[in-house]
């Protein structure tokens, strides 16, 4: 089945020890999307990519980078993690940008 | 700016009956999307349904229909003959244009959707 695989389910990191999350998808779609999602809160757009195009929201913080090194992967890289950065991280796909986004299962993120 | 309000945290509905979850928006644009996804606990995020700002016509996926009116933005989740496996959080999402050539995705803060049996 065409899917958004996310890896690893579950990450814990040191505060400031770089970390790095995997998305990867098989439904050959040309945009992904990475999102922040705290406790009880709403989704938060940090960045897109259309193709290799990157779009960065206003106000993602710089600690937060992303790679697209071909169609199917995407990751996500957080530079120095903060405790207010733990959160699941979701990943989404879609065909174009104005299409329906099918999500991956998350990562939920640990720093201690 | 664009915004997504969902006025309920959480709303409980016993089982077979219809349930109605709220949201509405805010934007200057005539051309949009609006989507309701679901949540189950632990489970990935999934599309419920979906609204073009340009069709009049409510969208609706079998037990599931939208009230979507434009000229007051509003866009409201209708579930009909509400069965257990619909217990999740609901968010509503807009996504649009903006004013820099971009687009904009914007979610809700979710309603938690308790079905009781």
């Known amino acids: 089945d065409a899917m958004v695989i996310q890896n690893p389910r579950y990450q814990v990191t040191q505060f400031g020890k770089p970390v790095t999350l995997s998305c990867s998808q098989t439904l050959n779609h040309n945009v992904m999307y990475w999102y922040q999602q705290k406790s009880s809160q709403a989704p938060k757009l940090l960045f897109h990519y259309y193709d290799k195009d990157f779009n960065n929201e206003a106000d993602t913080p710089d600690n937060f980078q992303s790679r697209r090194p071909n169609t199917s992967f995407c990751f996500l890289d957080i530079r120095s993690p903060g405790l207010g950065d733990a959160a699941m991280y979701l990943c989404?796909?879609?065909?174009?940008?104005?299409?329906?986004?099918?999500f991956g299962p998350g990562t939920r993120l640990t720093v201690l | 700016a664009q915004t997504v309000t969902q006025s309920q945290p959480e709303m409980s509905v016993q089982e077979a009956e219809t349930v109605t979850l709220s949201c509405t928006y805010d934007t200057s644009e005539s051309d949009y999307y609006l989507f309701w996804y679901k949540q189950p606990p632990s489970r990935q995020m999934i599309l419920v349904i979906r609204q073009e700002a340009y069709k009049q016509q409510n969208a609706t996926e079998n037990r599931f229909s939208v009230n979507f009116q434009k000229a007051a933005k509003s866009f409201s989740l209708k579930i009909s003959d509400s069965q257990l496996g619909d217990a999740a959080m609901y968010f509503c999402a807009y996504r649009g244009p903006t004013t820099s050539g971009t687009y904009k995705y914007i979610f809700g803060t979710g309603t938690r959707l308790k079905v009781l049996a």
């Open positions: 989404a796909t879609s065909r174009v940008v104005t299409d329906t986004q099918y």
